[in-house]
């Protein structure tokens, strides 16, 4: 009986050798669970200091997608901003469209899937807004959300000019001289395209300068941008921000009595998939690690 009992006792010890104990199981299971607990709560504090729990969204497996449409002169404080974002909310992931803002407005228009926009200027926006001025909203579209729009950032228009300066382009009025042979500026249906022509109408050169065939177009600032950079012109109207990210010289830069303020107004869409996420994101670009990203570009934050 004694030796039945031990060879019995002697099964059970070998099983539980093999399968591991229990206890043992339980005890690592719960320890990881805990440090697990540990981190995601670290995580949850820090980003609800700025306001950014992360308590909505996707995964890090799975994050949820955020689409931004954003006029083309944002295209690298926006992308830079974007990684800064990922930091803390890895758990979002953000798709940008960038192009003029009347082709985004376009798209939008048709159909496209976007959760926030931000146009280069207020005109496209409120082609938008069912708010807006129905002389301007002519079609009475109404793909604004109501109480999200605001003025995110101002940005100045500059007469850009290749290294080295060929043609000794100095200031806006030199454009109605012989030292000028080929201008660029945007087409007339995109923001910087609609600056250009009321800085060279208060001139009084836009007519004379199509006449003598001075006058080349780009599609959006960055194309202006590349032809200035290319020194395919001798100069071009854009953005501050962008003459500051390619590197090229300003010679001039439009005042008040030129142009209107150039203000681009973000706002998210009736048709937003992911409206919470775009309220965080939105409120994420008028903090200060946002501020000094726009500023050191050459925006200014509106007022």
Same mark, same amino acid.
């Given at each position: ?15 539980? %050798? ?6 043992? #199981? /339980?005890?690592?299971?719960? &320890? ?5 607990? +540990? @981190? *995601? ?8 200091? %700025? ?6 969204? #996707? /995964?890090?497996?799975?994050? &949820? ?5 954003? +006029? @083309? *002169? ?230």
């Amino acid at each position: 009986m004694k030796k039945l009992w031990a060879a019995v006792m002697a099964g059970v010890l070998a099983i539980n %050798i093999l399968t591991g104990c229990p206890g043992s #199981g /339980t005890e690592s299971k719960t &320890a990881a669970g805990n440090m697990g607990d +540990a @981190a *995601s709560s670290e995580t949850i504090q820090e980003n609800d200091k %700025i306001g950014l729990k992360a308590t909505v969204g #996707g /995964t890090k497996d799975q994050p &949820a997608e955020l689409l931004i449409f954003a +006029a @083309a *002169s944002m295209t690298e404080t926006m992308t830079e901003i974007s990684a800064m974002y990922k930091d803390i909310r890895p758990d979002v992931e953000i798709i940008y469209t960038f192009d003029s803002s009347g082709t985004l407005k376009t798209q939008i228009e048709e159909g496209a899937d976007c959760d926030i926009f931000i146009s280069a200027s207020q005109k496209q926006m409120n082609q938008l807004d069912i708010s807006a001025d129905p002389s301007i909203n002519t079609e009475g579209l109404d793909f604004i959300q109501e109480g999200t729009r605001f003025n995110l950032v101002e940005n100045k228009v500059v007469l850009a000019v290749p290294d080295g300066n060929p043609a000794g382009i100095e200031a806006y009025e030199d454009l109605g001289m012989d030292k000028l042979s080929l201008l660029c500026i945007g087409n007339e249906d995109v923001p910087v395209g609609a600056y250009s022509m009321e800085i060279l109408t208060s001139l009084g050169i836009l007519d004379q300068l199509e006449s003598d065939s001075k006058l080349t177009y780009g599609s959006n600032v960055k194309e202006v941008t590349t032809q200035v950079k290319e020194a395919s012109v001798d100069c071009g109207i854009i953005y501050a921000t962008d003459a500051f990210s390619a590197g090229l010289t300003v010679a001039d830069e439009a005042d008040k009595d030129q142009c209107r303020q150039v203000i681009y107004p973000a706002a998210i869409l009736k048709g937003s998939n992911n409206k919470e996420e775009a309220e965080k994101f939105l409120d994420y670009l008028t903090r200060n690690e946002s501020r000094a990203v726009f500023e050191a570009a050459g925006f200014t934050m509106a007022q």
